[in-house]
């Protein structure tokens, strides 16, 4: 098979439909009574089956019509939701991602017999296959048409005797309401005195303006039992294929045969309002015209909606195109930086004033390209449910999950990276952190253990926190384990920090027995790692018996950033602008000489330093006065002393080769406007290795 765009095209969005399945597969768990999310979770699955169908994956779509049919039941009351049932329809979701990776492979294997064998087990004996897995290779569906919205005008005038036929025009009203947007205009022209009406007639006839996906067939339908009983006309008024004015009140009138052509023109002679001069003249009555008002309105209001969702639509791009634009971005920001150098160095007014036009432009075109590349954590943060699901069933735990800030949005490529670290996390917490249901009872704890992950915006960073309410991480087991292991020695100083800290080192592990879940000693250490790779942070909060929250500090994007212009001797380097407190100079009065160590005394703070001059063993002659930077991380203020602080720079970072792969004090590197090389600082990584330098830990 080739593949072709519009087959890429189904893989993508059928690979978006499961990813929503799993999420509805859940919460049908929690929420079993609810047929919207039946519904919806039907409509998934019949597209990814239709679709399929259509490009001729038969496999796919035969295998997605069993679990369909077996949604189909659920829908019609006919079956129940299970915990069984959701097991085997995660199951088969899992197996649908497969089946999309292997879209070449044409033989049923038996883990899709295997599951189609499951599935019937659960219909009712009532209710037997017409296929089996051999017959079901072959699924024809029609290509499903684009939905269309049609308005109808329903005149609705039954007989006087209606009622004595036993018919409830109340209930055909309403079901003729269900089949979309209805609005219903009543209309009485009977001349009886009251004494004279009868109750068990019908004096009254309807206008009904009906908006709805169903065609006019559809509407027929509902009056199949009474239109030998009743004046019946339905016209097509509206499909909104074409945005065109809508009509006048003098044309609706004229369609609804409420007035004549004669008497329009005649109307149309006086300078005044069309409908009420058309009821002073006794054309029409008041009813008919609000019944033609409101059928201008509802239309004019679908029109504005129709509109509205054309402007809110959307197209599909490769991200392959999104990562080019922004490189492309990358050199005109870069190119852009050379003009304003130039500008600046030869002083042309002239050219000052379009060069900084063109910093502006750049700057906005930067920005919005980077908008394209952000996407909100909500997938990311969905897919944990399955996760916690499918852990705590496996290790008997009862846990009730949270997500809060899904709407926050991060650059696509950093969104990726990170969902292995979260899963880690997650994972960690549901092992090593909630206990037992009985354990939870013995401490006075709610039977159901808690996780929270929520993500919010802290300047040019997200923060992200896992929390729980579980047994918290113990210092006394963390600090015996990492002695048996030879991580530290047994004499080490460590703060409380810096022993929770251990947990990340490369083997450390605290479980007594190796399980599925853990206790191999991989996985702490790799989330740092990735963390770090993304210029992130990541910091720990405990108590014990109370629960234990991990906090990431992830930047929005790594492509371009605002960054800040150091340089030492002749080498010019980039820090992360979104990290950086202040800049000061570093004078004699503001050095600490009294501890020995380079601690820098600052409005009554001791803030230690780290010389980058004497880190990256650069000779030279320092400058007299040398310039301190400070940085906020992890909660703490950390000076870089530089030689000068030369000022703010828009900075496209570019990956930096194999040379530089094993320094980890940097990150990549950026082109400067005057061609020179800069490299972007891993600011994290330096302030880590200096405090395991301090630390008499052997690794």
Request: glycine share 6%; with cysteine; proline share 3%.
């Amino acid at each position: 098979m080739n593949d072709g765009k519009p087959l890429d095209i189904y893989i993508e969005e059928a690979s978006e439909l499961l990813v929503k399945i799993e999420s509805l597969l859940i919460e049908l768990e929690n929420n079993n009574n609810s047929p919207e999310i039946v519904d919806e979770l039907f409509r998934a699955l019949h597209t990814i089956k239709g679709s399929g169908s259509m490009f001729g994956l038969d496999i796919i779509a035969s295998f997605t019509h069993e679990l369909e049919t077996i949604f189909d039941l659920v829908r019609k009351k006919e079956l129940q939701i299970s915990n069984q049932l959701i097991n085997y329809s995660l199951k088969a979701k899992d197996h649908l991602e497969y089946l999309l990776k292997n879209i070449d492979n044409t033989k049923i294997s038996p883990e899709t017999e295997e599951l189609i064998k499951a599935f019937r087990e659960f219909l009712p004996k009532n209710i037997e296959s017409k296929k089996d897995s051999t017959e079901t290779k072959k699924t024809i569906v029609k290509e499903e048409t684009k939905e269309i919205l049609n308005t109808f005008r329903i005149i609705f005038k039954p007989i006087t005797e209606i009622l004595l036929r036993g018919v409830n025009l109340n209930l055909l009203l309403k079901e003729l309401s269900s089949l979309g947007e209805a609005l219903i205009t009543p209309h009485y022209e009977y001349s009886q005195k009251f004494k004279e009406i009868n109750p068990e007639f019908c004096y009254f006839w309807w206008t009904i303006i009906l908006t709805t996906k169903k065609d006019i067939n559809d509407v027929k339908d509902v009056f199949i039992f009474v239109e030998d009983y009743c004046e019946l006309k339905i016209d097509k008024i509206d499909d909104f294929t074409i945005l065109e004015e809508s009509k006048k009140i003098g044309e609706i009138l004229l369609e609804k045969g409420d007035i004549s052509k004669e008497q329009i023109n005649d109307i149309l002679k006086e300078n005044k309002l069309f409908g009420k001069l058309a009821v002073e003249k006794g054309y029409i009555t008041p009813d008919k015209l609000q019944s033609a008002l409101d059928e201008q309105a509802q239309i004019q209001k679908i029109r504005g909606k129709q509109k509205e969702l054309e402007s809110l639509a959307t197209i599909r791009v490769k991200y392959k195109k999104l990562d080019d634009l922004v490189n492309i971005v990358g050199e005109l920001v870069t190119l852009q930086a050379q003009f304003t150098q130039y500008s600046l160095k030869n002083k042309e007014p002239e050219f000052v004033s379009l060069t900084e036009n063109l910093e502006r432009l750049t700057s906005e075109l930067r920005d919005q390209s980077m908008d394209l590349r952000m996407i909100p954590i909500v997938d990311t943060f969905n897919s944990l449910y399955r996760v916690v699901r499918d852990i705590s069933q496996n290790l008997g735990k009862e846990i009730h999950f949270i997500t809060s800030g899904t709407d926050t949005q991060l650059d696509k490529n950093i969104i990726d990276k990170l969902k292995d670290p979260l899963v880690h996390i997650v994972r960690n917490s549901i092992d090593h952190g909630i206990e037992l249901p009985h354990e939870r009872e013995h401490k006075n704890k709610p039977k159901i253990g808690l996780i929270c992950v929520s993500a919010y915006n802290e300047g040019a960073n997200v923060v992200i926190s896992i929390k729980d309410d579980g047994a918290g991480l113990s210092k006394e087991k963390i600090w015996k384990k990492a002695i048996e292991r030879g991580l530290i020695k047994n004499e080490s100083l460590l703060s409380d920090k810096e022993i929770y800290d251990l947990i990340f080192l490369p083997g450390f592990s605290t479980a007594e027995v190796t399980t599925e879940v853990s206790g191999r000693g991989v996985g702490m250490d790799i989330v740092k790692k990735n963390i770090e790779s993304l210029q992130g942070t990541i910091e720990i909060n405990t108590e014990p018996d109370k629960g234990s929250e991990i906090i990431l500090r992830i930047p929005l994007t790594l492509a371009i950033i605002d960054g800040l212009l150091i340089n030492i001797s002749e080498e010019f380097y980039i820090i992360n602008l979104s990290l950086v407190a202040e800049c000061i100079d570093l004078k004699d009065e503001v050095i600490d000489k009294s501890q020995g160590k380079k601690i820098a005394h600052l409005r009554n703070e001791m803030i230690p330093y780290i010389s980058l001059r004497d880190l990256f063993e650069i000779p030279g002659e320092k400058p007299a006065i040398e310039q301190l930077v400070i940085i906020n991380i992890e909660n703490q203020r950390i000076g870089l002393v530089v030689d000068n602080v030369i000022g703010q720079n828009q900075t496209v970072i570019k990956s930096i080769g194999k040379v530089f792969t094993a320094v980890d004090e940097i990150s990549g590197a950026s082109i400067l406007g005057d061609g020179t090389l800069a490299f972007v600082l891993d600011v994290n990584r330096i302030i880590r290795k200096q405090i395991k330098k301090n630390m008499s830990v052997i690794i």
